[in-house]
T-cell receptor, first 113, second 114 residues
Framework: NAGVTQTPKFQVLKTGQSMTLQCAQDMNHNSMYWYRQDPGMGLRLIYYSASEGTTDKGEVPNGYNVSRLNKREFSLRLESAAPSQTSVYFC????????????FGNGTRLTVT | AQSVTQLGSHVSVSEGALVLLRCNYSSSVPPYLFWYVQYPNQGLQLLLKYTSAATLVKGINGFEAEFKKSETSFHLTKPSAHMSDAAEYFCAVISNSGYSTLTFGKGTMLLVSP
C-alpha cells in the first residue's frame, strides 16, 4: 500500500543546475499538491493540480514549474536552482471535497549550494 | 483567505502530563480544520479532522480537539503525554473557495521529558 511516493529522497545541487522532483500516488486521487517546508515557516503551497489537466499557482510559485503528467503523477521542476530553494519538498494528494484530508509523501530534502 | 495561527513554536511537557496545543482560525464562515503530526524525517500524518458533525473530535493516538466557534479555536489535547508523542504538530484549514487547498500553521514542536 504505497500511497504517495516521492523520488529522490535527497538531492544536492549547485546554483544554476536544474532538476525534477517526481511524485506518484496510487489512491486514485484527483488533486495533487507540492509544498515546501522550512524551519519556522510551516508548509507553504508551491503549486497544485485540482484535477488532471489543470495546474494552479500557490503561495510561493516563483522559480518552479509543474507538470501533471497523468492522474497518478505530478512533477515539480527547478529550472535554475538557487540557495533560497534549499528546503524539504512534500508532495500530497486528496479527493477534492470539503472534508478530504491531504495524504503526504515522505519528502525530498534538497540542498542548493 | 482562510488562515490558522498556532500559539507557541515549542511546548514542553513531562511524560504523563496534559498536552495542550493551541490553534486559532480566521474565517467568516464555518471552517473545515485538520491536525497533522510529523515525526522526524517523515511526511505529515493526519491526526483528526473537524467537519461540523460534532464539536469534539477524537483522533488517533489518544488525541482529541474541540471546535469552539465563540473563541475561533480548535485546540489539540491529550490527557497523558507519552514519550512517543514528541513530534511537530500542524493545524490546517481548507479554503472555502472550491475546497481546493489547505493552509497550514507554522507548527508546534512538542517536547516530552521523562
Amino acid at each position: 500500500n504505497a500511497g504517495v511516493t516521492q523520488t529522490p529522497k535527497f538531492q544536492v545541487l549547485k546554483t544554476g543546475q536544474s532538476m525534477t522532483l517526481q511524485c506518484a500516488q496510487d489512491m486514485n486521487h484527483n488533486s495533487m499538491y507540492w509544498y515546501r517546508q522550512d524551519p519556522g515557516m510551516g508548509l507553504r503551497l508551491i503549486y497544485y493540480s485540482a484535477s488532471e489537466g489543470t495546474t494552479d499557482k500557490g503561495e510561493v510559485p516563483n522559480g518552479y514549474n509543474v507538470s501533471r503528467l497523468n492522474k497518478r503523477e505530478f512533477s515539480l521542476r527547478l529550472e535554475s536552482a538557487a540557495p533560497s530553494q534549499t528546503s524539504v519538498y512534500f508532495c500530497a494528494s486528496r479527493t477534492p471535497s470539503y472534508n478530504s484530508p491531504l495524504h503526504f509523501g515522505n519528502g525530498t530534502r534538497l540542498t542548493v549550494t | 483567505a482562510q488562515s490558522v495561527t498556532q500559539l507557541g513554536s515549542h511546548v514542553s511537557v513531562s511524560e504523563g502530563a496534559l498536552v495542550l496545543l493551541r490553534c486559532n482560525y480566521s474565517s467568516s464562515v464555518p471552517p473545515y480544520l485538520f491536525w497533522y503530526v510529523q515525526y522526524p524525517n517523515q511526511g505529515l500524518q493526519l491526526l483528526l479532522k473537524y467537519t461540523s458533525a460534532a464539536t469534539l473530535v477524537k483522533g488517533i493516538n489518544g488525541f482529541e480537539a474541540e471546535f469552539k466557534k465563540s473563541e475561533t479555536s480548535f485546540h489539540l489535547t491529550k490527557p497523558s503525554a507519552h514519550m512517543s508523542d514528541a513530534a511537530e504538530y500542524f493545524c490546517a484549514v481548507i479554503s472555502n473557495s472550491g475546497y481546493s487547498t489547505l493552509t497550514f500553521g507554522k507548527g508546534t514542536m512538542l517536547l516530552v521529558s521523562p
